[in-house]
């Protein structure tokens, strides 16, 4: 006979016994007639530190043998640094600040689980609640237990950041449910988001297509839609980032995630055991965000004495040793800004410095490679613009596509040409006027092949008029909002990254008794500033320091901006960048007649080299062939 209709006869009996036969999480979790998880190569084990979150949770001993399977390695999981056993895992972390309490086998009703994304937190929180399904359905009226009104539901709830994120959590849950033996007779169908569930008194006074009083479901992120229930047991999944690029307003009062917290949590309060203590649960988990909101808030009570809270802290790669190197290199490259919460656990400040090591942006100088005052390539050129009319400096930064052999393969590189910056005062003068500073932009479409310009719209919509009226309508304005300032940093800082930019070096000077040759951009870029906005926006600006500027950065992201836009032959993040294929070939059909003497008149045919070698020469956007 299996455990499971051992399981059933016994609780068939109108009593509790759930004591008797109650097996832990782990064993729960990795036997056959359980979750199943690792019995068979479809269904992935727990990993360690899994596993050790879980125990610790639980308050199960902690192995302190000679098997140190818990592997602790660097941020790209590629250099081992440590190999721990379960015991001496706890140690580091409590020494590293990442636990908040040495672990004495109290279980802990409520955890802030703060691990981060593709880590497999999803794993351990539906095992979490899949576990306590089991022991509701253990007892023969979890009503009765708890002293509720044996007609009252006892839910579990999932509240997350949208549907989708929900739904991977509510799928996970349903999937453990649906997969176990024990849950056979006593589940129904699943919803898209509800699974209801039998109790032994349901079936015997209902029978087994009757009434339900345990469920599972996933709950719309609003605080008016989670109050009243009675909920065993809560998640507040990707908790920090609750309505985070909303604004809430008093009529939104609602939509925010103290408020959330505030309507759900006492639902759990009512569940406790017959010693009196407590066993409804509220588990807030999440990657972490900036340093302030209510998963922050709870972060940082887990540290305060006599409080019910366990805190674990572990980045992607620690909770997950096989994810890929490859995969965690890409994400910090697409934004190294980030990926110290989103993959690292680490919750950042306001405001931070953009550029983390000044290596990133120095690998780019190339030595020899000096500013040009004019170019005769007739290969398209970009310019960025930004205009300051009095207290900021006007800034202009022109560069171009070249191709470049490394390790005997073309790359396609953005080469810096000229960076320049003009301010009034250092001029004597109290302001620039528009026509002045138009005229100094136009004067560099004689000296560079400028295919396309850019200015933000504060000072475009006067200035931009003026170049037309000079014959120039390759110059453009756009609105320079929190997003598109964000977006043309990020693709500038994943170039610098990614060495796919050629800055020419400064004038050789020594400054304290040592060389420097960097030039005024490199020194610009390196004192700029981030402010962590939301998830995925930042700002860059330069510090609240008298004589600090972004001028010169400012235009230089917009050329390396409006240059990736060239390259894609579309606005990056419009809708045409994300066109099928079918339809991009049938748009280039229509206007390839209309188009094609523009085309000739303003973009230039292959062909023209360096004459220095050959290893290097101007990409000519063959798309325009």
Same mark, same amino acid.
């Given at each position: 006979m299996s455990l499971s209709e051992i399981c059933a006869n016994i609780i068939t009996k109108k009593q509790d016994n759930s004591d008797l036969f109650d097996k832990d999480i782990i064993e729960f979790a990795m036997a056959p007639w359980g979750l199943g998880l690792g019995c068979t190569p479809d269904v992935p084990p727990l990993y360690p530190v899994q596993k050790f979150i879980l125990k610790v949770y639980y308050g199960l001993s902690l192995d302190n043998s000679a098997n140190r399977d818990i592997i602790v390695r660097d941020k790209f999981n590629e250099v081992e640094q440590y190999r721990f056993n379960e015991h001496e895992y706890m140690h580091y972390l409590f020494n590293e600040g990442r636990i908040n309490r040495l672990y004495d086998e109290t279980p802990s009703p409520n955890i802030v689980l703060v691990c981060g994304r593709r880590s497999g937190k999803t794993t351990v929180t539906s095992s979490i609640i899949a576990y306590e399904a089991y022991k509701l359905l253990n007892k023969y009226s979890p009503q009765e237990y708890y002293g509720i009104m044996p007609e009252q539901d006892i839910r579990i709830t999932c509240v997350s950041t949208s549907k989708d994120t929900a739904s991977e959590l509510f799928n996970m849950v349903t999937g453990h449910i649906e997969r176990s033996e024990f849950f056979r007779k006593f589940r129904n169908k699943a919803t898209a988001q509800w699974l209801y569930l039998r109790t032994q008194r349901d079936i015997d006074k209902y029978g087994l297509k009757g009434r339900t009083s345990l469920s599972i479901r996933v709950a719309p992120c609003s605080a008016k839609g989670l109050r009243g229930s009675n909920n065993m047991i809560v998640v507040l999944d990707e908790m920090a980032f609750f309505f985070a690029d909303e604004k809430n307003t008093n009529s939104n009062r609602d939509k925010n995630d103290r408020a959330i917290y505030k309507a759900v949590t006492p639902s759990v309060a009512k569940f406790k055991r017959a010693d009196g203590t407590p066993d409804g649960k509220v588990i807030c988990i999440s990657s972490p965000g900036s340093k302030s909101g209510k998963f922050f808030e709870e972060f940082e009570r887990s540290f305060e004495e006599d409080n019910e809270l366990l805190m674990v802290q572990a980045p992607t790669w620690e909770v997950d040793p096989g994810i890929s190197t490859q995969y965690l290199k890409n994400k910090y490259r697409e934004n190294p800004i980030s990926y110290k919460s989103e993959f690292g656990a680490s919750f950042s400040d306001r405001l931070f410095g953009w550029i983390e090591d000044p290596v990133i942006v120095r690998q780019n100088v190339i030595k020899g490679l000096k500013y040009k005052d004019r170019s005769m390539l007739r290969v398209p050129h970009f310019m960025g613009i930004d205009v300051g009319l009095k207290n900021d400096g006007s800034s202009i930064s022109i560069g171009h596509w070249v191709s470049e052999l490394v390790g005997?393969?073309?790359?396609?590189?953005?080469?810096?040409?000229?960076?320049?910056?003009?301010?009034?005062?250092?001029?004597?003068?109290?302001?620039?006027?528009?026509?002045?500073?138009?005229?100094?932009?136009?004067?560099?479409? #004689?000296?560079?092949?400028?295919?396309?310009? &850019?200015?933000?719209?504060? =000072?475009?919509?006067?200035?931009?008029? @003026?170049?037309?009226?000079?014959?120039?309508?390759?110059? #453009?304005?756009?609105?320079?909002?929190?997003? &598109?300032?964000?977006?043309? =940093?990020?693709?500038?800082?994943?170039? @610098?990254?990614?060495?796919?930019?050629?800055m020419p070096e400064g004038e050789l000077r020594t400054v304290v008794g040592e060389k420097d040759c960097d030039s005024d951009l490199i020194k610009e870029l390196l004192t700029l500033q981030a402010e962590q906005k939301s998830k995925y926006l930042v700002k860059v600006s330069a510090p609240d320091r008298k004589g600090e500027h972004d001028d010169l950065s400012d235009s230089f992201g917009r050329m390396v901006f409006l240059a990736h836009e060239y390259k894609n032959k579309s606005p990056i993040g419009s809708s045409s960048s994300v066109a099928s294929a079918v339809g991009l070939v049938r748009a280039a059909r229509m206007i390839r007649r209309s188009e094609m003497v523009k085309a000739s008149l303003n973009r230039p045919s292959a062909g023209s080299r360096y004459g220095s070698g050959g290893s290097r020469m101007p990409l000519m956007g063959g798309h325009f062939r």
């Open positions: 005997g393969a073309r790359v396609d590189k953005i080469e810096l040409d000229l960076s320049e910056v003009r301010y009034a005062e250092l001029e004597g003068k109290d302001w620039f006027v528009p026509d002045e500073i138009a005229e100094w932009i136009a004067s560099y479409t #004689e000296k560079f092949y400028i295919a396309r310009g &850019l200015l933000d719209q504060y =000072y475009g919509m006067s200035m931009v008029p @003026l170049l037309h009226s000079k014959g120039h309508r390759q110059f #453009e304005y756009r609105q320079f909002t929190d997003q &598109l300032n964000s977006s043309v =940093y990020q693709v500038l800082l994943s170039d @610098l990254i990614s060495t796919t930019i050629r």
